[in-house]
């Protein structure tokens, strides 16, 4: 638990916002994947849970959308003030320093963490080839811009690249049934079934597929990553009461090898 001062909590798209916290503890320990229980309140009774889109220095970086109380009470903490935080929490993300290809296909809230992979592997100097896929319909809450970096396979009308992933020269696109300019309009599974496609040669076995945002997309993903004999994980966002292991109240069914099990997304 750490007593977090906010340095930045400000609407960055309609519904959205970008909270900045001062977390040294937190953050030196922080890795893609693992999420923080947030208290939303002063009385730290509205504990939220939510990923990680950066950790760096005494600096943790979130997104957040407006969704219901607690998020609506969160839009409302000034910069300067403290909030209480628990964290990290979580299995991070285990690329395979391996695999071909690292590909990171997110969906609304679900895009953070995948950005916070993504940027730690550019930064460890990763031999993966990596390539990101977002799908969102509300506006992006991260900076756009017409993609420098090419991306083969992408049709040419999806010419949306997020500025960040952009500019370190990973390849981006953006997908939006909402009307975005410059996105693939459809699902963000369809987008990356079209890149995938359109590949000369396909990405070869080994690659890895890591995916966050409504069930929904994350079936897909399932679905898709089997058929092209991908690897990977999916990060899950289940309501979550304790996050510590002792409610049981965000277990969700597994199927794996031995069967269908009752695991905790915390
Ligand atoms: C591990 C984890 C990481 C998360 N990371 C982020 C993040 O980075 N950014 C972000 O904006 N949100 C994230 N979420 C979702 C976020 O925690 C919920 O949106 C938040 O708890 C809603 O609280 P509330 O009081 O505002 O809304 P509530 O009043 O509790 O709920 C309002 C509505 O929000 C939706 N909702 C609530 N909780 C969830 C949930 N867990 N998953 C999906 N839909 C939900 C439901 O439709 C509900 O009807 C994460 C959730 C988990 C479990
Ligand atoms: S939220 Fe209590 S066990 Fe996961």
Redesign the pocket.
Known sequence: MEHARIRENQRVAPE?FQLLLESPRIAARAQPGT?VQVS?DEDGW?K??????DARGDRLD???????????R?STRPAGTHLSIMGP??NPFAPDPEAPWIIAIGGG??I??LIFLLERLLASGTRNRLAFFGGSELPFPLETQPRATPFIGIPEHASLSLLRLDRAGIPAALASRGSIRGTYPGLVTELFECWWRAQPEPPAQGTQVFSCG?SAMMVSVQNLALEMHFGGAL??????ACAIGGCAG?TVPITGPGGIAMKR??
């Open positions: 959205q999420f939303c509205l939220r849970p939510m990923s990680l889109l979130i997104l957040y959308k407006v969704v219901g109380k607690g998020t609506q969160l929490i979580g809230t679900g953070p963490p409504p990060c899950l966002e289940e309501y979550m965000c997304v915390c």
